[in-house]
């Protein structure tokens, strides 16, 4: 059974910084692409940052001026999302995600999520 669960979300004021923690099991954790999204009131979810199994980054067009950092420890089946110079839009929930194809789709599965609210 897969589960993903983060955690290190809270409260923070502007120009904080947080680091996010997902940690994975019921699956090879280091054979798949971990990803981070998050979802503010009245909008949709949008990808913040991903890794590949072994370890590159990407990020999204909006955390790719240097403030977010993504990163996983494979032997702890824990991916992690860095955040630095926070900002009041970046609060939201945060969610890991991992999409994990079987023989005839694929299937995204989602931690609970993690509220990360900046204050001005």
């Known amino acids: 059974q897969v589960q993903l669960v983060e955690s290190g979300g809270g409260l923070v004021q502007s120009g904080g910084s947080l680091i996010l923690s997902c940690a994975a099991s019921g699956f090879t954790f280091s054979r798949y692409s971990m990803n981070w999204y998050r979802q503010s009131p009245g909008k949709e979810r949008e990808l913040v940052a991903a890794?590949?199994?072994?370890?590159?980054?990407?990020k999204s067009a909006d955390s790719d001026k240097g403030r977010f950092t993504v990163s996983r420890d494979n032997a702890k089946n824990t991916v992690y999302l860095q955040m630095n110079n926070l900002k009041p839009e970046d609060t939201a929930v945060y969610y890991c995600n991992v999409g994990i194809s079987g023989p005839f789709k694929r299937y995204d599965y989602w931690g609970q999520g993690t509220q990360v609210t900046v204050s001005s």
């Open positions: 890794t590949t199994s072994g370890g590159v980054s990407t």
